[in-house]
């Protein structure tokens, strides 16, 4: 499972898209911190550090957009580092992986050598359970109530001839807004294999037609968030569109 299918195109951008994964799962976020070691003076790509239980969780990260993989000397040498640091957990993040003897560099260590995809498989649970899911309740909560069995209140106030109305929105909708319901916080007795693997098309056998084929076809959650929320935000007007020149 993917975070995001982007490609990071460049040392910079590999370096800003592993600093928002750690961000959005909850970390505070530094690029290129430099610190001052018993040895030297360094500089961290990506830096982060979390709140546990009132302990500080830290993480650093050295991420290397090389056309060719990263020899074993890198990591020799960012073991040292990390140890004079004393973080928690360091990571390689390879946009082209490694060469041989890296990994057993750091065997028995708090380091992990990981590609960009790897990276992300990491910190995925994280990132569904502390962004996707309260960024769509956020964005989205208004859908699951205009598209539920039990109606809102000002729908039976609305006069008969927008009543139609209301239900064609309702049809139109109510295949999204059960997806949606899916990935909610609450949701969780919904989810006991885990959140909806994608692509979505997949996994969906009823009413796939009534979903817009990027929502279905996204093969990176930030890319379906992205795309839900566009068409989600599109159907809650519809429906507030109905309230507003009722004056209900």
């Not at 030297?40 to 991420?63: F, K, L, P, Q, W």
């Not at 000002?154 to 049809?171: A, G, I, K, N, S």
Request: net charge negative; hydrophobic share 40%.
């Amino acid at each position: 499972m993917l975070i995001t299918d982007n490609t990071p195109g460049d040392w910079r951008a590999l370096q800003d898209e592993v600093a928002a994964i750690l961000r959005e799962c909850g970390f505070d976020v530094d690029i290129e911190r430099t610190f001052d070691t018993v040895r030297s003076s360094v500089e961290i790509d990506v830096y982060g550090e979390e709140e546990i239980d009132g302990r500080t969780y830290t993480i650093a990260c050295e991420c290397k957009h090389w056309t060719r993989n990263v020899p074993q000397g890198i990591v020799h040498s960012f073991r040292t580092v990390l140890s004079d640091l004393g973080v928690n957990s360091g990571y390689i993040i390879s946009s082209n992986g490694f060469q041989s003897g890296a990994f057993e560099a750091c065997e028995n260590t708090n380091l992990e050598l990981l590609t960009w995809q790897e990276f992300q498989s990491e910190f995925i649970e994280t990132w569904l359970e502390e962004f996707l899911s309260p960024i769509l309740q956020d964005e989205l909560d208004p859908i699951l109530s205009y598209t539920e069995p039990l109606v809102p209140t000002w729908f039976t106030q609305v006069p008969d001839h927008e009543v139609q109305t209301l239900r064609e929105l309702r049809e139109r909708y109510m295949p999204f807004g059960m997806l949606i319901m899916t990935f909610m916080p609450y949701a969780d007795f919904m989810r006991e294999d885990g959140f909806p693997e994608l692509p979505l098309r997949q996994h969906m056998a009823e009413n796939i037609e009534m979903i817009p084929d990027p929502i279905l076809d996204a093969v990176g959650y930030r890319e379906f968030m992205n795309h839900a929320i566009e068409y989600g935000t599109q159907a809650i007007e519809e429906f507030r569109e109905v309230r507003r020149r009722n004056e209900v």
